[in-house]
């Protein structure tokens, strides 16, 4: 078994195809290598390394290693010219975490591996930079110590251990950028760094090169089951078995002076998508200084750069002086790696997101990978590809994630609203969007408010989990490429970055601009899309969907051959589904109509009586609303299906259950308190989701099934008078026998006779019931012998199938997803396994007796894409889902069935 992977100008094993394996990025750094793209040699340890690192251990996994490394490491040393633990001409290594998909900042980085005291002084001898030496070995330890001896921050307010000293060093020089130490204040701090490691660890720094490389190894394999990673895998659905490549790598240093730069680029706008080169970089650096927005990063491109003084209100004189473009100033080393973006964006036909960094000179690319990026940039990206030939109908589809377009889907200021804002500061457009919220300082504390806008200095990986709950993200320092801007447009999160008017206290809790200050709490609204920060709220709207989103939709339908239509219950739903291309309701329950303040009277005087003919004299009030509701709601769709679902909950949900509203309800309907208490006390259930409800409703009380029937028949009755065709589906809910289904149907048939005779007019119509009990699978040959439709409530079906509560399960949901007992909710994504076993059941059962039998979902799952795929594979004929997901579920349904 081949365990390590070479790569380089010399030799490569690996290819782009291998991610499974070596990861993304060692695929990636495989590949360029191949395209002769100048890539510094190194070597990838497999991922599947990390799982025999976590089943056997430091030791038996570094025995295993062993030979194949030193192999290795002998390979880099040939190519680079240089001898790894020699301390004249002394080899410099980087070692790189790198999952099969990429996570930004998530695992851990060393670079400037194999520096001590004695290698230190041959660098600088051998370079003719003492300067550059002892920067380099300080980073080292600095990053050696944070990563793999754990020297972190103690608790949220401390500071970052080795900033401190760096901090303290710079208060006593009078200085205020690293870039101003003499030789002698990077041995100072190298001195002390040293010191504060053995300190706090006690032990001395390692000084062999070959400890500090199986130390880094192996603490990249350990940043794998990190607190940072796991929440990013939790969140992103990433398995915890995949495990970590390791890519150990020869150095090329960025600060060797100005000469040296590093940096960050993207083929195209990760925010708009627009078909821009375009990145950041920073001269005479290093590493992560470009993206932990230490330093004001400068713009590759002119024109970035230009439009970026303007928003940074700053002048064409100091643009020139002290932020000058790449293009500007390396004009060569621009053209070079503009023709290596422009291969690499053919190679890969995505965008793609690149780290470079120029040595005294000469460029070296450092990774490539297709490049996070923002709902909106996703969609025009895909669409710009196929206009330029770069990908087919089908290959532009499959690059749309469905769930990603739900951030198209928000709300984006109101433009009126806009021009009264009162603009208190201006920063970058790092992740577009519009956020309304309170201000936090501390990602552990984003949950303080329903609605919080994060404001930091800038973000880190640590701040993941508070960022994601944040409305908005707001930052002082930091560029386009800082770690708060990619995460944000990675998350389709609004922010806005780099700041640089913004005095934040962490300590007192303020955020002071220009003399105002504002504290925790404080309403601020952000705009991603300018970089405008305003005080207050600001009052938004739903955003149009026109351009390269309705090209998507239309490509989508061109493919798809399941239905999508939509759960609405209220007509004003329904238009919002229609015009996001729904075909149909798939749910419209009736209940939700009950609940408006003028007929929950009715309801409950039907609940309360006592006599048929008490019960049926509240529901004639009842009928006129009801029907007045599927006429609006028949209305909307304008000929096409509408499912109608007959009452479905318990009774004691429409019961008041306060003092205060029973007495209320007791003189509105002139009986007895206590007669009102004792019927409360009567419908109460021990377990409602099993109790009195569904068709067992109807079945009790035939009344309110023949009410509900007529008000249905009557309203498209009603409107094929005026000429407006309806589709009425009825359907009737939680059958687990057949007799449950045949009473029903037996009621709404007749009913449907005598109104149209009333009417002297008939229509077509369907009657069908859900499956969600789960017998009604077991049964389907039989219910299907006499329903029209099936439709899968896999909410309840869920429920019923592994008997947990839904309104219960927070209570032990969480535990089973944090231990892996569950893989995920199978409330939010469909159990293939086992509810989907009675689904495919159901649908085949049922078609064996009624091969015209039409069958859809209309659970939670039908907007869930990989639950989507399901449905498609199984022959269910629509997904019904909220309105707000129809256009993912197309694109999901399209996908399916390419
Ligand atoms: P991440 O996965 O968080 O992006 P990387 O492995 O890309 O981490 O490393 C972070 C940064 O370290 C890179 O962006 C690059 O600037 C620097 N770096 C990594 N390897 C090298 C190397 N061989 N030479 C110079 N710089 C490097
Ligand atoms: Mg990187
Ligand atoms: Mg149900």
């Known amino acids: 078994k081949n365990r390590v992977y070479s790569f380089g100008d010399k030799k490569t094993d690996g290819n782009s195809e291998m991610k499974n394996l070596l990861g993304g990025k060692g695929a990636n750094l495989?590949?360029?290598?191949?395209?002769?793209i100048p890539v510094p040699p190194g070597f990838t340890i497999t991922t599947e390394v990390c799982t025999e690192y976590n089943d056997l251990g430091r030791d038996a996994v570094i025995g295993l290693l062993q030979e194949d490394v030193a192999k290795s490491v002998e390979n880099i040393e040939k190519s680079m010219g240089t001898s790894f633990g020699d301390n004249e001409n002394p080899l410099l290594l980087s070692v790189r975490s790198g999952a099969r998909v990429s996570m930004p900042g998530m695992m851990d980085t060393v670079l400037n591996l194999g520096l001590n005291d004695d290698s230190v002084l041959g660098l600088a001898k051998k370079t003719d930079n003492e300067r550059f030496a002892w920067d380099s070995y300080r980073r080292f330890i600095q990053m050696y110590g944070s990563v793999v001896l754990g020297m972190k921050p103690e608790t949220k307010e401390d500071e970052d251990?080795?900033?401190?000293?760096?901090?303290?060093?710079?208060?006593?020089?009078?200085?205020?950028?690293?870039?101003?130490?003499?030789?002698?204040?990077?041995?100072?701090?190298?001195?002390?760094f040293k010191d504060a490691v053995k300190k706090r660890t006690g032990h001395d720094f390692p000084t062999d090169p070959w400890d500090q490389l199986w130390g880094a190894i192996i603490a990249v394999f350990n940043s794998?089951?990190?607190?940072?990673?796991?929440?990013?895998?939790?969140?992103?659905?990433?398995?915890?078995?995949?495990?970590?490549?390791?890519?150990?790598?020869?150095?090329?240093?960025?600060?060797?002076?100005?000469?040296?730069?590093?940096?960050?680029?993207?083929?195209?706008?990760?925010?708009?998508?627009?078909?821009?080169?375009?990145?950041?970089?920073?001269?005479?650096?290093?590493?992560?200084?470009?993206?932990?927005?230490?330093?004001?990063?400068?713009?590759?491109?002119?024109?970035?750069s230009i439009r970026w003084a303007q928003l940074a209100q700053i002048d064409e004189e100091e643009r020139l002086k002290d932020y000058p473009s790449l293009e500007e100033i390396m004009p060569e080393l621009y053209a070079e790696l503009f023709g290596y973006q422009e291969l690499l964006e053919k190679h890969y036909r995505d965008m793609q997101d690149m780290e470079f960094t120029i040595q005294d000179g000469k460029l070296w690319i450092l990774q490539t990978r297709n490049g996070k990026r923002t709902g909106a940039a996703m969609v025009k990206i895909?669409?710009?590809?196929?206009?330029?030939?770069?990908l087919d109908e089908k290959e532009a589809l499959m690059k749309i994630e469905p769930n990603k377009l739900d951030e198209l889907l928000h709300p984006v200021f109101d433009p009126k609203a806009l021009k009264r804002a009162h603009v208190i500061a201006q920063g970058l457009p790092a992740s577009p969007g519009a956020a309304t919220g309170q201000i936090v300082f501390f990602a552990d504390e984003a949950n303080k408010f329903k609605n919080a806008i994060l404001v930091r200095m800038e973000t880190s990986p640590e701040d993941l989990e508070g960022m994601n709950l944040a409305k908005g993200i707001l930052t002082a320092r930091g560029g386009m490429t800082s770690h708060a801007a990619v995460v944000a447009r990675g998350m389709g999160k609004c922010c806005v970055s780099g700041v640089g008017a913004l005095k934040i206290s962490y300590k007192k809790r303020t955020l002071t601009v220009d003399g105002?200050?504002?504290?925790?709490?404080?309403?601020?609204?952000?705009?991603?899309?300018?970089?405008?920060?305003?005080?207050?709220?600001?009052?938004?709207?739903?955003?149009?969907?026109?351009?390269?989103?309705?090209?998507?939709?239309?490509?989508?339908?061109?493919?798809?051959?399941?239905?999508?239509?939509?759960?609405?219950?209220?007509p004003k739903d329904a238009k919002v589904a229609r015009s996001f291309g729904a075909t149909g309701i798939g749910l419209a329950r009736t209940e939700h109509m009950?609940?408006?303040?003028?007929?929950?009277?009715?309801?409950?005087?039907?609940?309360?009586?006592?006599?048929?003919?008490?019960?049926?004299?509240?529901?004639?009030?009842?009928?006129?609303?009801?029907r007045k509701d599927f006429e609006e709601m028949f209305e909307a769709m304008q000929g096409l299906p509408v499912t109608?679902?007959?009452?479905?909950?318990?009774?004691?949900?429409?019961?008041?259950?306060?003092?205060?509203?029973?007495?209320?309800?007791?003189?509105?309907?002139?009986?007895?308190?206590?007669?009102v208490k004792s019927k409360v006390a009567e419908l109460e259930e021990f377990n409602p989701m099993l109790g009195h409800r569904g068709c067992r409703l109807g079945n009790t009380y035939p009344e309110i099934t023949e009410m509900q029937a007529r008000a249905i028949i009557e309203a498209a009755l009603n409107l094929k008078a005026k000429g407006i065709v309806s589709k009425p589906e009825i359907m009737v809910p939680l059958v687990g026998t057949v007799s449950e289904y045949v009473e029903q149907e037996k009621i709404i048939r007749e009913t449907a006779e005598t109104v149209f005779k009333e009417y002297e007019d008939t229509l077509e119509f369907k009657i069908g019931t859900m499956i969600e009990v789960p017998r009604a699978a077991l049964m389907a040959e039989e219910i299907a012998k006499r329903a029209e439709f099936f439709s899968f409530g896999t909410n309840d079906l869920t429920q019923m199938t592994f008997g947990?509560?839904?309104?219960?399960?927070?209570?032990?949901?969480?535990?089973?997803?944090?231990?892996?007992?569950?893989?995920?909710?199978?409330?939010?994504?469909?159990?293939?396994?086992?509810?989907?076993?009675?689904?495919?059941?159901?649908?085949?059962?049922?078609?064996?007796?009624?091969?015209?039998?039409?069958?859809?979902?209309?659970?939670?799952?039908?907007?869930?894409?990989?639950?989507?795929?399901?449905?498609?594979?199984?022959?269910?004929?629509?997904?019904?889902?909220?309105?707000?997901?129809?256009?993912?579920?197309?694109?999901?349904?399209?996908?399916?069935?390419?």
Not at 645 to 650: S, T
Request: aromatic share 8%.
């Open 644 to 675: 109608v679902r007959l009452l479905d909950p318990p009774l004691h949900e429409f019961v008041p259950h306060q003092l205060a509203t029973q007495k209320e309800l007791a003189e509105d309907l002139h009986i007895s308190l206590e007669a």
């Open 30 to 36: 495989a590949e360029m290598s191949k395209l002769g």
């Open 382 to 390: 895909g669409m710009d590809l196929l206009k330029e030939g770069l």
């Open 594 to 626: 009950f609940f408006e303040m003028d007929r929950i009277k009715a309801m409950r005087e039907m609940i309360l009586a006592s006599t048929v003919k008490g019960r049926k004299a509240a529901l004639e009030e009842l009928l006129p609303m009801q």
């Open 516 to 570: 105002k200050v504002y504290h925790e709490g404080d309403w601020i609204s952000l705009n991603g899309s300018t970089g405008n920060v305003f005080e207050g709220k600001v009052a938004t709207i739903q955003p149009e969907l026109a351009g390269e989103f309705a090209e998507i939709m239309a490509l989508s339908d061109k493919f798809m051959t399941m239905e999508v239509r939509a759960n609405a219950d209220t």
């Open 161 to 192: 251990p080795f900033e401190e000293i760096i901090d303290h060093l710079k208060e006593k020089r009078h200085i205020q950028h690293d870039t101003q130490f003499t030789i002698q204040d990077l041995q100072d701090l190298v001195y002390d």
């Open 224 to 304: 794998w089951n990190g607190d940072r990673a796991k929440y990013y895998r939790k969140i992103n659905g990433i398995p915890a078995d995949w495990g970590t490549a390791v890519n150990v790598q020869a150095m090329v240093f960025g600060n060797m002076g100005d000469s040296s730069a590093t940096g960050v680029c993207f083929t195209r706008d990760a925010a708009t998508g627009a078909n821009e080169f375009n990145g950041e970089y920073l001269v005479n650096a290093q590493g992560e200084d470009v993206v932990a927005g230490v330093r004001t990063p400068q713009q590759i491109t002119h024109l970035g």
């Open 804 to 898: 947990y509560s839904r309104d219960d399960a927070s209570k032990f949901l969480p535990v089973y997803l944090e231990k892996g007992i569950l893989p995920a909710d199978p409330f939010e994504v469909l159990d293939q396994n086992g509810v989907g076993q009675l689904v495919k059941m159901g649908t085949n059962r049922g078609r064996e007796t009624n091969s015209k039998l039409k069958v859809g979902i209309c659970g939670e799952h039908g907007g869930e894409p990989t639950s989507v795929e399901f449905c498609y594979k199984t022959g269910i004929n629509y997904v019904s889902c909220s309105p707000f997901r129809v256009p993912i579920a197309r694109v999901a349904a399209a996908q399916a069935a390419i």
